[in-house]
């Protein structure tokens, strides 16, 4: 079992930057690759971003790519998404999510894939 606890989410203007933070505690934590979903009212979840268990791998969405980072923090169990250059488009309930990886390879954007999530965060930015 792998909990996972969103935070940082918030109101911004257009242009501006926020960093979510995914908090990601239990059995074999260190060996989960972490992702970022998003969904937007009356629209589908969208996968934004991965990286895989130990930090080696990442990847991106299209839409985000440019504008948002991943990293990890393996001493805080904690992976981050820096989001810059904000867009209403981004507005939605962001969440994160985990899946076992203990080769350190996985960076999937395919949320089936993902076992366990987050209860999401607010991001809303304005125009």
């Known amino acids: 079992q792998l909990q996972l606890v969103e935070s940082g989410g918030g109101l911004v203007q257009t242009g501006g930057s926020l960093r979510l933070s995914c908090v990601f505690t239990?059995?074999?934590?260190?060996?989960?690759?972490i992702g970022w979903f998003r969904q937007a009212p009356g629209k589908e979840r969208e996968a934004i971003a991965c990286i895989s268990s130990k930090g080696t791998r990442t990847k991106y969405a299209d839409s985000v790519k440019g504008r948002f980072t991943i990293s990890r923090d393996s001493a805080k169990s904690t992976v981050y998404l820096q989001m810059d250059s904000l867009e209403p488009e981004d507005t939605a309930v962001y969440y994160c999510?985990?899946?076992?990886?203990?080769?350190?390879?996985?960076?999937?954007?395919?949320?089936?894939?993902?076992?366990?999530w987050g209860q999401g965060t607010q991001v809303t930015v304005s125009s």
């Open positions: 999510a985990g899946h076992l990886d203990f080769t350190d390879t996985s960076v999937s954007l395919l949320g089936p894939v993902f076992d366990y």
């Open positions: 239990g059995f074999h934590s260190d060996n989960h690759a």
